[in-house]
Nanobody, 113 residues
């Protein structure tokens, strides 16, 4: 089965950190660009970061310098390390194969004092 499963979300204080994981199955993981998106109620789902098969990375301006996307092809897993979190980072975070219609179920990140 083709599937992406996110994990690692939770409640964190402003300035804190979380690491999200995206475990992929049913695809040749190493050849795909992987992406993280986020969505809050009433807003469009937005691209946060993506990483190419060669590990070239791209970030939204809003997270540049704070978030790091990475991948471990041996584990078929993509990661999003989130540091210096802000309340405006609160959202459901989704993993995606960038050029396929393949999404995970999402994991909630809440940044609040």
């Amino acid at each position: 089965q083709v599937q992406l499963v996110e994990s690692g979300g939770g409640l964190v204080q402003p300035g804190g950190s979380l690491r999200l994981s995206c475990a992929a199955s049913g695809i040749t993981f190493r050849i795909h660009t992987m992406a993280w998106y986020r969505q809050v109620p009433g807003k469009q789902r937005e691209l946060v970061a993506h990483i190419s098969p060669g590990s070239s990375t791209t970030y939204a301006d809003s997270v540049k310098g704070r978030f790091t996307i990475s991948r471990d092809n041996a584990k078929n897993t993509a990661y999003l390390q989130m540091n210096s979190l802000k309340p405006e980072d609160t959202a459901v975070y989704y993993c995606k194969v960038l050029t396929m219609n393949l999404w995970g179920q999402g994991t909630q990140v809440t940044v609040s004092s």
